[in-house]
Every structure is written in structure tokens, then in C-alpha cells.
């Protein structure tokens, strides 16, 4: 496609369950990136690929939280055991590169975590 | 620590005002670009500025850098109602963002 996209748009689970999120990057995006935004926050940063070097992991909250990204492509964001302070809009986001360039943003998915 | 901070947090404005909005940075860059978001959702990048510009515009977009103070502005002229958003910078090839600037224009 054109853009980045995500899926699903929203999501609500139980607590303690696991979520998986998508995220498929413009192709040929090399530069992959992951952020989380609560309610009437800034985006909080989670986790950054970039070809095929090692993840910058550091953002993640806890080691429920995890990413990966196959074929230098597709990523999923996967939360485990879910806690309701995990709720909020996790937005994906690729660049052609770490050079500093643009980073175009897909659309998000709303996580609601009951 | 975040490299891009914008303030004001909040600004409110009358539709046809003009809205500044700055953001600091703390060390060198080679560009820095501005983004607007509606509604929680998506990201939209408006402009990037290279280091070597001091002043860049885009329709009713216009975006200085200093480099020497390590801050740039947004300024919107003419603001309609459909620019409620938040606006948030990027310094360079940063990871974070800051926490943005709410614009809210009213009718």
C-alpha cells in the first residue's frame, strides 16, 4: 500500500490475556519504529528497528512487552498478560532510514484493556 | 532525556489569528521536522527544515531554525478551525518527541 498501515484499528481484551499488534511499513522502508500514547499525552517511545542490526529495545515498559520484525518487513507488537494501565493508542511509524528523514505514521491501534 | 520539548502546551486562538508555537533541542542536528496529529491517531509530518535553513515555508506554514539557540518555530498564519490539533517537533533522528503543543482554533 501507499502508506503504513496497522491493524486492528481497535482492540479490547481482558486483563491478563495477550495482544498481538501489526504493523506493515511503506516497502522499502528500512527504519521501523514503535510508540505508545495515552490519553491526552505525548508519544511515549517503545522500540526501533532498523535493517537488520540489532532492536533498540530500549524503551519498552517491562518484559511484557516485546517486538519483532520479519523479513525486514512486517512487524507485531505482542503484549503479554495484559494490565488496564497498558490502554492507550499504539502508533507504528517507518522512515526510509535512521538519517534523520521523515517518519510517516500509520494510523494506530486503540487498545482498551478491561 | 527527550531532544525535542514545544511550548506552549496549550494555545487557543481565534479562527484568522496567526499560532506560534516553538520547540527547543539540546544538541546538534542536521534537521528538524515538525508533525500534526487530530484526534490520538497518526503522525502527519508538515515540513522538515535541513540545519543550513533559517526560515522554510510551506502554504500558510512557516518554520525558522536556530541553530546557535537550538530552537525553531512553527508559526500558522490565518488559522481556520480544521488546524485543532497537536503539533510536535522531531529533532533530527531522534527516537522520542516531546509532549506537543494543543492548538485549539475556535470559530
Not at chain 1, 490519553?39 to 535493517?51: A, S, V
Not at chain 1, 490502554?87 to 517507518?94: G, M
Not at chain 2, 540545519?51 to 500558510?60: D, I, L, M, T, V
Not at chain 2, 512553527?74 to 490539533?85: E, G, K, N, P, V
Amino acid at each position: 500500500g501507499a502508506g503504513v498501515s496497522q491493524s486492528p484499528s481497535n482492540k479490547v481484551t481482558e486483563k491478563g490475556k495477550d495482544v498481538e499488534l501489526r504493523c506493515d511499513p511503506i516497502s522499502g522502508h528500512t527504519a521501523l519504529y514503535w510508540y505508545r500514547q495515552s490519553l491526552g499525552q505525548g508519544l511515549e517511545f517503545l522500540i526501533y528497528f532498523q535493517g537488520n542490526s540489532a532492536p533498540d529495545k530500549s524503551g519498552l515498559p517491562s518484559d511484557r512487552f516485546s517486538a519483532e520484525r520479519t523479513g525486514g518487513s512486517v512487524s507485531t507488537l505482542t503484549i503479554q498478560r495484559t494490565q488496564q494501565e497498558d490502554s492507550a493508542v499504539y502508533l507504528c511509524a517507518s522512515s526510509a532510514d535512521r538519517g534523520g528523514e521523515t517518519q510517516y505514521f500509520g494510523p494506530g491501534t486503540r487498545l482498551l484493556v478491561l | 532525556s527527550q531532544q525535542g520539548e514545544e511550548d506552549p502546551q496549550a494555545l487557543s486562538i481565534q479562527e484568522g489569528e496567526n499560532a506560534t508555537m516553538n520547540c527547543s533541542y539540546k544538541t546538534s542536528i542536521n534537521n528538524l521536522q515538525w508533525y500534526r496529529q487530530n484526534s490520538g491517531r497518526g503522525l502527519v509530518h508538515l515540513i522538515l527544515i535541513r540545519s543550513n535553513e533559517r526560515e522554510k515555508h510551506s502554504g500558510r506554514l512557516r518554520v525558522t531554525l536556530d541553530t546557535s539557540k537550538k530552537s525553531s518555530s512553527l508559526l500558522i498564519t490565518a488559522s481556520r478551525a480544521a488546524d485543532t490539533a497537536s503539533y510536535f517537533c522531531r529533532a533530527g533522528n531522534m527516537l522520542t518527541f516531546g509532549g506537543g503543543t494543543r492548538l485549539m482554533v475556535k470559530p
